[in-house]
């Protein structure tokens, strides 16, 4: 039997979807400035720091992948609406977008090119509503069924602030037949402000995105969103702290959901938003009830988020942290190694689902990072394999195989398949995909 290979490296978009499903998972009101029922916190001052409407640039992209959201397609208008778009195929959307809900139309009569009618208004009627046009992105022979399209911005009806451009949504579209997730829209909100904010001795610019796109900066994390795994979706509003002061938004590191505590360099602040985003306030924390997280691993880094706080907890060579009580999902994990050749592997699939409960003066282990196994699955299709390869960290945690050496990733690893007498019978290199 003649036995083909196809490499399979899970990677890149994978890890990046990883980060916004980690992140997409819980949420609960929590008041500003306050924190979790049992837990007092005692504030400094904190400065004001304005913030300015931006735009979503190459630099604060992942802000906008982590609060992409879906909405699915119906087959039926809804009644009420009216005036509707002739199209001899067409889905029907409601998107909540600054606090109202606004009626779409995909007409997807064409699957070449398709078009997409908004009822910016919201009152139903699409009468005068102009098509927004846009090319089938995918190619070849899968185009004749399937389709994507980038319809571009959607600007909304109102202004957060009176004088301000409203603010605007890019939004794309996919009608796949069949497949899950069949038609749906994927709105990306476009709601950004930034300033530069001072944290102890360090200024860091800082960004807040209307993640729910209500048109207002209050949607706190929830940990009742915690199942909506395998959707991007998002009802919080973001908070990025460019840590490396490198001007960019690192999506595993420097990109929250809003909290009422946030951990810059190991310490703590009460983050304060004015509603309509002119301003934010990081008031350092004094006192607060701390708890010790120990992962037993000094390469281990993570970005751990609670109802009240997140932070990025940055491998500090003993693997031990002081946290605010209370409990934490892991949005993202990585290892890292400073010494030497910098060194660095990202957590792929759901990173780790577990929580982790830290209590006032508590030590809560878990066991994570080195050593890694690995771990391959096969799956066979016809006389084809496809071998996939990953990393098992030591709490079955998952890296995405093929580290990254200051800032360059290194080569896919090589495989050699070998028969029982020890003889080559294939060898290459897995790809990264
Ligand atoms: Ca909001
Ligand atoms: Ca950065």
Redesign the pocket.
Known sequence: MALRLAGHWRHGSGALMAAVVGIGVSMGVVPRGSCAQATAVDFGLGEKVALKQGQIGE?QRYLGYVARRAIAGQEQAPSGWSNLPAASEARYFTARLGGADVPMVMDISKISRAKLYVDVDGDGSFSGVTAMSAENRLSGPSAQRYGYYDFGDVRLAKAARPGEQPPSVKVSGRHFPGESGGSRLEITPGNFRDGRAKFGESTC?VGLLDGDSDGKFAATYTADMADRRGEPATGFDLLAV?????????HQ??IYPMTALVGVHGKYYGVKVAEDGASVEFAPVRSVGLGELSVGSPQVEMTVVSETCAHHLEANGQGTWKLPEGTYRVASNRLVDRKGGAWLLEGSGNGFAQSVQIQKDGTQKVTLGCPLTPKFDVDWNGDVARIGFELLGAGGEKYAAGATRNGQRDKAPAFKIIDREGKSLESGNFEYG
């Open positions: 630099k610019l460019d840590l490396n002061g490198d001007q960019a938004f690192d590191t420097e």
